[in-house]
């Protein structure tokens, strides 16, 4: 009896956490446009216009934060609630529409548009969206969360079909996208490679049987293990460092065609709002996760009780109905408190980045959030993705933001350029952060500049003394 209920309910878990982390996946603006489409498909769910709490649907006198969902638990906590209203709406001065056109911020091309685009005619129709839920899931650095397998499962696709994706999106710009690590990047990447003889296939060894050792520079131990001379292994490195990025995604984030450049607002409706509150500009702050409609959603239940009073083929069509207007009211709610209590705890952990900008931003990684609110790390990731959050100086920047464990060097590298009487080079820079407390590589330095687009020394160089000026 207990193996009879367990498999009945087994099939309902798993669409209702399939359907949550596809909800989880959505910008308000692509929730909006799912639940709509899912009212016109769907009798049996109703939209009840009123303003309410979406969260315990306590009726609300405005559009504030309910008094039963937003109690803090400390003083300084934020006022963290799921707002009524379905969009930001910004004051006279803040009115986008209102500026010149000169001045209206233009969206960036994301990672999974610039790679949808590429395998359009590539792509089967059928493997659209198993596609876009792999590149929505990939993490910042462009690798997969979940293996293989976990992915068919969610999608509720064939491994044979999930093999077939990944690889086409492993092969396109930037390629190595949707591999399980900078090893596997590596070794895609050198499939896309001409083969030239020997140093090609001496770089696929080294990143098979040597990959830690090439990562530590045990050029005499590389040698030894395969029996070639420490000579052609450098030459070998070299390759490796010049033709191929153990990181697919931050490659693309520094190609000048990601939301870091120089105009970081690039959204024109937030998903999340957060202002000083408006009794004590020094208190709590107050942080607002808009709705995807103004209401709420609810199963019909006049189509419930409609259903008791029929007979024949009709009771198991509406049955249907319901169940799936109820499994989406329960998806959507559990999206909801996903995202208050992902918000909760971002704020509380960075509210000096909140208040004073990107050079107080802690390092923070999405797993130990996880670990924190109690879900699977690739949730926080799903989270994350496509939202943006409007901060109380005006800035709108896109959530994932939060965790760029770069951007405090990033802007303290800016500074340092900003304020040099003379270009200086990498490792200049680098020794300056390193009195300061930061152990970063020349490299790595190199990689911060190309990202904030600033132009190596010797460039620099030229340019001021063109301009008259430093760059």
């Known amino acids: ?155 509720r696709s064939s491994f044979f079909q999930v093999d077939r994706v990944l690889k086409l999106i492993s092969q396109v710009d930037p390629p190595g996208l949707a591999t399980t690590g900078p090893k596997q990047a590596l070794l895609a990447q050198l499939d896309l490679l001409p083969d030239d003889g020997s140093i090609l296939r001496l770089a696929r060894q080294i990143i098979e049987g040597y990959f830690t050792e090439l990562g530590r520079r045990e050029i005499e131990k590389i040698a030894e293990g395969l029996e070639i001379s420490p000579s052609k292994i450098r030459q070998a490195a070299a390759f490796i460092h010049d033709n191929l990025n153990p990181y697919p995604g931050r490659a693309f984030w520094g190609s000048g065609r990601g939301p870091q450049g120089s105009n970081p607002n690039v959204y024109h409706s937030p998903d999340i709002l957060i202002t000083h509150n408006p009794s004590d500009a020094k208190g709590p702050l107050v942080v607002e996760i808009f709705s995807a409609v103004s209401g709420w959603l ?78 699977h790390e690739s949730t926080i990731s799903r989270a994350v993705a496509h939202k943006s959050i409007a901060l109380p100086d005006g800035r709108i920047i896109p959530l994932a933001r939060f965790f760029d464990r770069s951007l405090a060097v990033r802007d303290r590298i800016k500074e340092i350029v900003k304020n040099e009487k003379q270009p200086l080079t990498d490792d200049q820079i680098a020794d300056i952060l390193k009195n300061e407390g930061v152990n970063i590589a020349r490299r790595t330095v190199a990689k911060y500049r190309s990202i904030e687009n600033i132009l190596p020394a010797r460039l620099r160089h030229r340019n001021g003394a063109r301009n008259g000026e430093q760059v």
């Open 1 to 155: 009896m207990f193996q009879v209920q367990e498999q009945s309910q087994r099939p309902l878990t798993t669409a209702h956490l399939a359907q949550t982390m596809s909800l989880l996946l959505l910008s308000n603006m692509e929730l909006r446009d799912t639940v709509m489409a899912e009212l016109s498909s769907n009798p049996a769910l109703e939209l009840v216009e009123e303003t309410v709490c979406p969260n315990c649907q306590r009726r609300l006198n405005n559009a504030g934060p309910c008094p039963a969902c937003s109690i803090q638990h400390q003083e300084q906590d934020p006022i963290v609630f799921l707002s009524p209203r379905d969009s930001f709406r910004p004051s006279r001065s803040q009115n986008l529409e209102e500026q010149p056109p000169d001045h209206e911020p233009a969206a960036p091309e994301d990672l999974t548009t610039h790679v949808l685009q590429q395998l359009a005619s590539d792509l089967h129709p059928d493997d659209r969206r198993l596609a876009i839920y792999i590149l929505s899931s990939l993490d910042e650095d462009g690798f997969l969360q979940d293996p293989p397998a976990i992915i068919a499962r969610s999608t």
């Open 298 to 375: 609810r199963v019909n239940p006049m189509f419930s009780k409609a259903r008791a009073r029929t007979n024949g083929d009709q009771i198991e069509e509406w049955s249907k109905y319901i169940e799936r207007a109820s499994l989406f009211v329960k998806c959507l709610q559990q999206r909801n408190n996903t995202m208050r209590r992902l918000l909760q705890t971002l704020v509380i952990k960075q509210r000096d980045f909140i208040m004073n900008g990107d050079r107080y931003l802690k390092p923070m990684t999405r797993a130990k959030i996880a670990d924190e609110i109690g879900v």
